[in-house]
C-alpha cells in the first residue's frame, strides 16, 4: 500500500510503541474547540501535541491563550506563534493534509521556540507569552472565539513551569527512522494537563475533555457532535485515509475532517492511500437523496495519469479509462457502472440503490484484480478489470455536470468512524487484524487504508539511503 502522508509504525527497537487510541475530530463550520480558565498565570511551560490537517485554506489556531495563539497561516501554510502583537512566521510549509504532525512550542519566560517532527523551526521569538488566567481563555482549536481548527488533534501534553525537548514526548523508530509518540513520565506542573480523548462515552469536560494528567485540569468541550463520534481511531499511531483536498480536480466541499463530501458540481478527489497489492474494505454512507434524473456523484477507484511536463502536482485520471465507478441515473432504481478499462458506462434499469440511507461498500481485490460495489450489503456489481501490474489505485469519487442540487453528499469510513459523523450506530465490525470500526462485516482477508496494516519496509532506515 502507498500514502501520499507519513505512515506510523508500531514498534521501537524490538518493543511496542506507545499507542494513542483516539484523537479528537475539529470541524471549522462547527466552530468547535476546548476551553478552560487556568488557575495562575505562567510565561514558562511546553506544549507538545500531534495534529493532522483537514481543510487548508483558512488561519487555524491550534492552541491560544487568550490573543496568543499557535496557528496555521492561510495562504502561506506556515505556523504562526503570535505573541499578541507580531506574527513570527516559520519559514517551512505544513500543508499535508494526509499526515500527523508532532509541534513543540517551548515557552521560556516568555520567549518561544518550536519544533515540528524533532526539526527546529522557531528560535527564541517574541516575547511576553503566557498563560493566561482569563475565563475561557485556555483554548484548544481557536483563537478567541475565531480561526478554529480544522482537522484532528492527539495526545496534548502541557507541562506548566518546565522547558522539555521534544524527546520528553516522542522518539525515533530504531527500524523506520520515523518520529513516533512516546509516553510522557514527568511531572506537569500546576495548570498542566493530559489530553489524550480515550474517554467517549460522553462529551462532557469529565469525558471528552477528561484532563489525565492527575491534575483534574478538564476542559469544556464547545460544539462537538452530541453522540461522542468526534472521538476517532485515526491517529498518530495509526493514520488512515480521508479524501485528499489537494489532489482533486475542482475542489469538492470537504468536513467532517475530509471525511464528508458534499459533491460540489464537476467536482473529483481522491483518498490519501493508494494500493498496488492486498485487499481492501472501505465504505461510503449516502447522506442525500437525488432530486432529477440526472447522472450524480459517482464512487469507485481510479490511477493517476501520466505526468506532463510542467505539472506541480500528479494528475487525478478521470478520463474514459483508468477508472472504475458507481453511481445512480434516477431515482426509481437505475444505476450505471464502468469497469476500469471500459471506456463508457453501462447502465441497468432496476436493481441499485444511491439514496439517503443507503450504505455503499467496496471490496477491493488488487492481488486478483476485482473489485465488488455493495449497496446495504447486497452485490449489485462487480469489475474483474482492475490491473495487477503495480498500478496504484486510489478509492474515488466524484460529480457530474448536472447542477449542484442534484448531487448526493456522503461520509466515507475507511474504518476510523463507524457512525458516519454520527449519522449512523456504529456497529463495531473491524477486519481480521482487529482493526476498524465498520458497519457491516469486513470480509475474509479483507483490511482497513491504514498505516496499521502496511506491510513491514523494505528498506531499514531510509533516510540513510536517500
Sequence with gaps: MTSIGSPSPFFFGGKKAHEVERSLRFSYGDSANLTRTSSSASTTFTYSAWVKRAR??????????????????TNYHTLILYDGSTLHQSARVFRDPSAWYHIVVQINSGVATS??????????????????????????????NTYYFNGYQAEINFVDGSVLAPSSFAETDAI?????????????????????FSDNSGTTATTLGKDSSGNGNNFTPNNFGATAHDQVKDTPTNNFATWNPISTRSLPTLSEGNLKNASDNNSACNSTFGVTSGKWYWEI?????????????????????TELEGDSVPRLNYDTSKRSWYRAVNTSGAYSYKNYTDTNGTDVNSGGTFYGGTVISFRLDMDNGTLKYYTNNTLVHTDSTIPTDGTVI????????????RHNSSIINFGQDGTFAGNKTAQGNADENGIGNFFYAVP?????MCSANLPDPTIKLPNKHF
Excluded: C
Design 56 to 73: 487548508i485554506g483558512e488561519y487555524q489556531s491550534i492552541f491560544s491563550m487568550g490573543v496568543q495563539a499557535f496557528t496555521f497561516h
Design 115 to 144: 519544533y515540528v517532527n524533532n526539526v527546529l523551526v522557531h528560535n527564541a521569538v517574541g516575547s511576553g507569552f503566557t498563560l493566561t488566567t482569563g475565563t475561557n481563555e485556555t483554548r484548544v482549536g481557536s483563537q478567541v
Design 176 to 196: 523506520t527512522g520515523q518520529w513516533n509518540p512516546k509516553k510522557y513520565v514527568g511531572s506537569y506542573g500546576t495548570n498542566g494537563f493530559y489530553l489524550n
Design 285 to 305: 454512507h449516502i447522506l442525500t437523496d437525488i432530486s432529477t434524473t440526472s447522472y450524480i456523484a459517482a464512487t469507485g477507484v481510479t490511477a493517476y495519469q
Design 394 to 405: 486510489f478509492p474515488m469519487q466524484n460529480a457530474t455536470n448536472s447542477g449542484t442540487s
Design 444 to 448: 475474509s482477508g479483507h483490511k482497513a
